[in-house]
């Protein structure tokens, strides 16, 4: 906070904002919560929902630059995508931000997915079935791909 030099203006230092990224990384006592739990050693994958897109998104966020284990992505995100009827794509794509839950995920060494689910912030409430079922069914290939890679790695 203070400088917005790092966020391409993605977030605000407003607490007013809809975009406010608190008074400091990793402020927030929920913030601090997740990351506790999700950089433990045995989890191996992470996935940060959202609204709305229809998409699938992996790191990096803050960069174009393809991460390490691209393959990797390239590899399950098809799948994953195919499974919800998503496109998928690197997160940058979308637009350039930093430190969100993805990239810092994926900076610990774990694979990292940003589901965009649904056509709106609001969906009716009729479509929320529909829109759950296809993050359910890529999340389930998501799980699967997981426990794949982990075995092959064992």
């Known amino acids: ?37 999700e950089l433990q050693p045995n989890i191996k994958a992470t996935a940060d929902i959202h609204s709305y897109g229809d998409d699938i ?9 393809a991460p390490a284990n691209i393959a990797v992505y390239k590899e399950i995100c098809p799948k994953i995508a195919a499974a919800g009827g998503y496109t998928w794509a690197q997160g940058a794509e979308l637009y350039l931000n930093s430190g969100d839950s993805t990239d810092t995920a994926h900076a610990n060494g774990k694979l990292s997915l940003c589901f965009e689910i649904g056509r709106s912030f609001q969906p009716n409430p009729k479509l929320i079935p529909e829109i759950t079922g296809k993050a359910s069914a890529s999340a389930q290939v998501y799980i699967d791909e997981v426990i794949r890679i982990n075995k092959s790695a064992a």
């Open 1 to 37: 906070p203070g400088n917005t030099s790092d966020d391409f203006s993605a977030t605000s230092d407003s607490p007013r904002s809809e975009t406010y990224r608190g008074p400091a990384a990793n402020s927030e006592p929920e913030v601090q919560a997740l990351l506790k739990l």
């Open 57 to 65: 998104f992996f790191p990096w966020d803050s960069t174009h630059e």
